[in-house]
């Protein structure tokens, strides 16, 4: 079973911390993305990747910024956390155009 | 700017009766469409999906219509089940953009018993 695995589910940090949120996938994909579920906005786009030390900004990178050293892997990186970056962090995988497979998510509380 | 929109933020229908569920785009780039449905505290899962070379697509239960003068798509749900009860999403993909899909709001559905 193909698995997009996020390394947290529930992160409670404090505001000004370096926050890691991590992604691994077992499908051999070529593409990464981080999103961000907020109630009322739906998923945005914070960063993502179509190969191995690529990254693009998508619609809200402001406070963030992702690393992939290795295919499987991509990181967010959260670099002095704040209040309005309580949110649920979704990172997803692709090969194609057929969509996304998603991790189950991380929901992350800075206070 | 919102470019995929989903109007109802939710959507209460009684078992067995079909759910509508209504997405409208901006974009006339886009040409793949994808439905996604989550349930609390996971990720999002495929649905199912429309290219706009084609105005209807089933699977099972579900059927998305996509009608490309209006700008708008739809998904049905028939009948309807008490499990289907979730946050659905809409996501559409511009041609020549290759991996990228941007998403609706989300409409709750709960199926009552």
């Known amino acids: 079973d193909v698995k997009v695995t996020q390394s947290s589910r529930y992160l409670v940090k404090r505001t000004g911390e370096k926050v890691f949120l991590e992604c691994v996938q077992d499908?051999?994909?070529?593409?990464m993305f981080w999103y961000r579920q907020d109630p009322g906005l739906g998923l945005r786009l914070i960063y993502f990747?179509?190969?191995?030390?690529?990254?693009e900004k998508g619609d809200i990178p402001e406070g963030y910024s992702v690393s992939r050293e290795k295919k499987e892997r991509f990181s967010l990186i959260l670099e002095s956390a704040s209040t309005n970056q309580t949110s649920m962090y979704l990172c997803?995988?692709?090969?194609?155009?057929?969509?996304?497979?998603f991790g189950s998510g991380t929901r992350l509380t800075v206070v | 700017d919102q470019q995929v929109k989903q109007n109802s933020p939710s959507l209460s229908v009684q078992e067995g009766r079909i759910s509508i569920l209504n997405c409208d785009y901006t974009?006339?780039?886009?040409?793949?469409f994808l439905w996604y449905k989550k349930y609390p505290a996971e990720g999002p899962t495929f649905l199912i999906s429309?290219?706009?070379?084609?105005d209807k697509n089933e699977d099972g239960r579900f059927t998305v219509f996509l009608n490309k003068s209006a700008k708008h798509l739809s998904l049905h749900i028939v009948p309807s089940q008490p499990g289907d009860s979730a946050v659905y999403f809409c996501?559409?993909?511009?041609?020549?953009?290759?991996?990228?899909?941007?998403f609706g709001t989300g409409t709750s559905l709960t199926v009552i018993p």
């Open positions: 974009n006339s780039m886009f040409d793949y």
């Open positions: 996501a559409a993909s511009p041609r020549g953009t290759g991996n990228q899909f941007y």
């Open positions: 499908m051999d994909h070529e593409n």
């Open positions: 429309i290219s706009s070379i084609k």
């Open positions: 990747s179509y190969d191995v030390k690529m990254k």
């Open positions: 997803a995988s692709s090969s194609s155009r057929e969509g996304y497979t």
